[in-house]
């Protein structure tokens, strides 16, 4: 099987994917899609990692192409314009290197400063021009990110996507008080808490100025797309449990689908992973039912007019990058070094994060 190496060059590069965790339907049915201005996107957000202080300028070199951060979102937003994929890029890698800190705050049992860096992150989502220059840099980050991102679309769709992300954050900071206490929650509120802490609406946010249309509630909200846009990414979050299991064993978590069916269902490791991919497939299989059913609603809105091709035309560009979804996350959990556990010197630790214990300054 064939995967999208990590450099520039188009060369074909050969990925051995464990039984566990290969899924021929995606490598059949989900062909994987790259934006073609990846190569610049890579740079461009590698340099700007550096600029904003978001990694050590040895881990940037050492590390940052080859945890494909922009891979996964140049494989994702097909379509967008390069300064919408950009911007979105570089707030993708934001986000892990804020869930890196968010790790190491629990790792060193850090409550305050999560506690402040919390606060500080709601109020940049909500004033980001004035947070441009903030001391911390996880804090300047997300500004810039939101500066940017907030300058495509309408007031209406800034006011969502913070409202969303708002909700994320107080998802990652019940995850540390989980963490904290050992406390592994329940099959349903592991679920609930996923949609959050995967920020499931933001990436479906992202779908509008990638397809350069701003949707009304009532083609947002209608049942079809809503469906196909949830399984798209629910497939991603169990997915991505089922291949960062052994890395969040190795390091205490207490939030996976399978450690929450060991804990509360009683189930084995083995089946666990089992339940965890009949899961993924069936995510895949609905949501080809619901694209069918959502192309159809794309269909209805062409109805004659300029307003209804536009929408319609929208509409399916949105399918059509949460198709892109699958085939991308699949890809980016078996290239990415952020999964590759069995490479660390110490399978607790990530390689890529800094992990001084007095924390990031």
Request: aromatic share 12%; with cysteine; charged share 25%.
């Amino acid at each position: 099987m064939h995967a999208f190496p990590h450099s520039t060059t188009s060369t074909l590069t050969a990925i051995a994917i464990p039984p566990s965790l290969s899924l021929p339907v995606i490598e059949a049915a989900f062909p994987r899609q790259l934006h073609s201005y990846w190569p610049r996107l890579q740079e461009k957000t590698r340099t700007w990692l550096l600029e904003k202080r978001l990694m050590p300028a040895d881990k940037v070199e050492e590390y940052a192409d080859g945890l494909c951060y922009t891979d996964l979102m140049a494989g994702y937003y097909i379509g967008a314009p390069d300064d919408v994929l950009q911007a979105i890029a570089d707030y993708s890698a934001w986000f892990f290197v804020w869930d890196d800190r968010h790790d190491r705050d629990i790792v060193h049992g850090r409550a305050g400063a999560w506690r402040q860096l919390r606060f500080r992150l709601h109020a940049a989502l909500d004033s980001p021009l004035t947070h441009l220059h903030h001391e911390d840099p996880l804090v300047a980050g997300l500004a810039d990110s939101m500066a940017r991102l907030y300058s495509f679309l309408s007031d209406g769709w800034n006011a969502r996507f913070a409202r969303h992300f708002h909700a994320v954050i107080e998802a990652y900071d019940r995850e540390f008080r989980n963490r904290t206490v050992g406390r592994v929650p329940t099959v349903e509120e592991y679920l609930a808490l996923r949609r959050l802490t995967f920020a499931h609406w933001i990436w479906t946010d992202l779908l509008e100025p990638s397809a350069g249309c701003e949707l009304p509630d009532q083609v947002r909200k209608h049942p079809a797309f809503r469906r196909a846009a949830l399984l798209s990414q629910e497939f991603a979050a169990w997915y991505n449990d089922l291949c960062s299991l052994p890395k969040e064993i190795a390091g205490d978590e207490v939030h996976n689908l399978g450690l929450s069916l060991i804990k509360h269902e009683g189930l084995t490791l083995e089946e666990a992973v089992g339940e965890i991919r009949r899961r993924v497939q069936e995510c895949i299989m609905q949501f080809l039912l619901a694209e069918r059913d959502a192309l159809r609603f794309a269909d209805r809105l062409a109805d004659g007019t300029v307003r209804g091709k536009e929408l319609s035309f929208a509409v399916r560009a949105c399918l059509g990058n949460m198709r892109n979804w699958f085939s991308s996350v699949y890809w980016f959990h078996h290239e990415s070094g952020r999964y590759m556990v069995d490479s660390w010197d110490d399978r607790s630790t990530p390689p890529y994060v800094n992990n001084e214990a007095a924390g990031e300054k």
